[in-house]
Nanobody
Framework: QVQLVESGGGLVQPGGSLRLSCTAS????????MVWYRQAPGKQRELVAT???????FYSNSVKGRFTISRDNAQKTSYLQMNTLQSEDTAVYYC?????WGQGTQVTVSS
């Protein structure tokens, strides 16, 4: 069973950037999609971005053009580069791989 650890969250001012990481252990993820979700207070968890085994990507409309998802299979890690952050991006960010969720990392965008 794969275990996931997210990191990289924090407090950032509007317009700033953060890079989140999701590192897997316990199983190979080379042939798995790696997916980022987020959940804001009082809202449902929503899909942010996905990256397939061969690098194909998908982004939600709310982050397209500002966020970039990537992966390093040798490190079993997915990255979410988040630029031009807005207050609406404040949420706990989770990664999902092989049906398992990480514990999440908090991103707060505030001045």
């Amino acid at each position: 069973q794969v275990q996931l650890v997210e990191s990289g969250g924090g407090l950032v001012q509007p317009g700033g950037s953060l890079r989140l990481s999701c590192t897997a252990s316990g199983a190979s993820v080379t042939n798995a999609a790696m997916v980022w979700y987020r959940q804001a207070p009082g809202k449902q968890r929503e899909l942010v971005a996905t990256i397939g085994p061969t690098g194909g990507t998908f982004y939600s409309n709310s982050v397209k053009g500002r966020f970039t998802i990537s992966r390093d299979n040798a490190q079993k890690t997915s990255y979410l580069q988040m630029n031009t952050l807005q207050s609406e991006d404040t949420a706990v960010y989770y990664c999902l791989v092989l049906g398992q969720w990480g514990q999440g990392t908090q991103v707060t965008v505030s001045s």
